[in-house]
């Protein structure tokens, strides 16, 4: 079965300036896929050349097999079945909630659009809003409402550009996951872009790290997190420190918290550092053990409710990040161990 997205090649410029580069990626129907990346790295661009606002100089986009996009073709937008959300809610203001829902839907009768507008208020829990106008709800509450809006005229797939960017923190995690549950059932394929990895990780099946126009790595959430391919997307996404240390043998490198079994994220990265090597610690690797002859300080600690993560000064003048359940005293000279398992390295 083809892809109900799929993005080969793709490349475009604005006058001399590349955006997106060479950007290939392929969503199954059914899916969610979410492009991550810090601001102007080019996922907006991405999502208007899918939509049809954008006529890339290269590339080929398909949508459920058929191509929309390509060298001398560019489908408009409105005869793409897409259905898209903005961050900032961008519902018409003098048109009621229901009236809004119902704007894509002109093609149907009457009984049948008022039919589909109650479906989708129903479905994203807005139905004793219909009549309301947009300025009486909250921010939450219009982002459903752009997103039923979205739903309404039954897209063949859903672009979401920074949909929860402008919501409080709490609100933007419920929302996330809410419209996750919701496009799931539905069995909707949608393509999100957020700068935001607890965004991205809360809604996404697959996860495209992006780079200054090109996916730098795609793969599930749990990947990214514990396999980084490059040191740039082990930064970018979640906490952690680089260790540095000296290949010991195959597979192990000796660091100021031991030797430590690692995993290269390259091919030749093994060898390409002459044997300096830089060890990806997260701050759940590392925890606190009376017993351990490895010492280290406590320099900085940082309350999270049902954890600390602290910040431990080890003997070669390096930091690492540590979870504890109870905080240590600042300063105090405490014993520390790793996790068992590989640990990811880079040529150093
Ligand atoms: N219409 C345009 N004309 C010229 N340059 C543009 C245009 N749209 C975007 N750019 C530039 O292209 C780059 C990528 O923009 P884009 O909006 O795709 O990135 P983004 O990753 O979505 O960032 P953000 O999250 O800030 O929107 C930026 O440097 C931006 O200034």
Same mark, same amino acid.
């Given at each position: 079965?083809?892809?109900?997205?799929?993005?080969?090649?793709?490349?475009?410029?604005?006058g001399?300036?590349?955006?997106?580069?060479?950007?290939?990626?392929?969503?199954?129907?059914?899916?969610?896929? +979410?492009l991550l990346?810090?601001?102007?790295?080019g996922?907006t661009?991405?999502?208007?050349?899918?939509?049809?606002?954008?006529? %890339?100089?290269?590339g080929d986009?398909?949508l459920d097999?058929?191509?929309?996009?390509?060298?001398g $073709?560019? +489908?408009p937008p409105?005869?793409?079945?897409?259905?898209?959300?903005?961050? &900032?809610?961008?519902?018409f203001?003098?048109?009621?909630?229901?009236?809004?829902?119902?704007?894509?839907?002109?093609g149907l009768?009457?009984?049948?659009r008022?039919r589909?507008?109650?479906e989708?208020l129903e +479905?994203?829990?807005?139905?004793?809003?219909?009549n309301?106008? %947009?300025?009486?709800?909250?921010?939450?509450?219009q982002?459903r409402?752009?997103?039923a809006?979205?739903?309404?005229?039954?897209?063949?797939?859903?672009?979401? &550009?920074?949909?929860?960017?402008?919501?409080?923190?709490?609100?933007?995690?419920r929302?996330?996951?809410?419209?996750?549950?919701?496009?799931?059932?539905?069995?909707? *394929?949608?393509?999100?872009v957020?700068?935001?990895?607890?965004e991205?990780?809360?809604?996404?099946?697959?996860?495209? !790290?992006?780079?200054?126009?090109r996916?730098?790595?795609?793969?599930s959430?749990?990947?990214?997190y514990?396999? %980084?391919?490059?040191?740039?997307?082990?930064?970018?996404v979640?906490?952690g420190?680089?260790?540095?240390g000296?290949?010991a043998?195959?597979?192990?490198?000796e *660091?100021?918290?031991?030797? $430590?079994?690692?995993?290269?994220?390259?091919?030749?990265?093994? *060898?390409?550092g002459?044997?300096n090597?830089?060890?990806?610690?997260r701050?759940?690797?590392?925890?606190?053990?009376?017993?351990s002859?490895?010492?280290?300080?406590?320099?900085d600690?940082?309350?999270?409710?049902?954890?600390c993560?602290?910040?431990?000064?080890l003997?070669s003048?390096?930091?690492?990040?540590? !979870?504890a359940?109870?905080?240590?005293? %600042?300063?105090e *000279?405490?014993?520390?161990?790793?996790?068992?398992g590989?640990?990811?390295?880079?040529?150093g």
């Open positions: 079965m083809s892809a109900a997205l799929e993005i080969r090649g793709l490349h475009h410029a604005y001399a300036h590349p955006v997106v580069r060479d950007l290939s990626l392929s969503l199954p129907a059914g899916t969610i896929g +979410v990346g810090a601001s102007g790295c996922k661009t991405v999502l208007r050349c899918v939509a049809g606002f954008e006529a %890339p100089q290269r986009i398909f097999g058929r191509p929309v996009t390509r060298p $073709l560019v +489908v409105q005869r793409r079945r897409i259905g898209m959300v903005f961050q &900032d809610h961008a519902l203001p003098h048109l009621t909630i229901a009236q809004n829902v119902a704007f894509g839907l002109q009768d009457r009984r049948e008022a589909r507008v109650a989708m +479905v994203v829990g807005l139905s004793a809003w219909a309301a106008w %947009p300025h009486q709800l909250s921010g939450g509450q982002q409402a752009a997103l809006r979205a739903l309404a005229p039954q897209p063949a797939l859903l672009l979401l &550009d920074e949909p929860f960017s402008s919501l409080d923190e709490a609100l933007r995690a929302l996330a996951h809410e419209v996750r549950a919701l496009l799931r059932e539905r069995g909707m *394929t949608a393509l999100v957020t700068h935001d990895q607890h991205a990780f809360a809604m996404a099946d697959a996860v495209g !790290l992006m780079h200054e126009g996916i730098e790595q795609w793969g959430p749990e990947a990214l514990r396999t %980084p391919a490059t040191r740039h997307a082990a930064q970018f979640g906490e420190v680089f260790l540095r000296r290949l043998g195959e597979g192990e490198v *660091t100021a918290l031991g030797r $430590l079994p690692v995993r290269f994220a390259g091919e030749g990265e093994a *060898t390409a002459q044997g090597v830089e060890v990806l610690l701050p759940e690797d590392v925890r606190l053990e009376a017993a002859p490895v010492r280290a300080r406590v320099v600690v940082l309350f999270r409710g049902a954890q993560r602290l910040t431990l000064r003997s003048g390096e930091d690492v990040f540590a !979870l359940e109870e905080a240590p005293l %600042p300063s *000279t405490v014993g520390v161990a790793v996790r068992r590989n640990f990811r390295a880079f040529a």
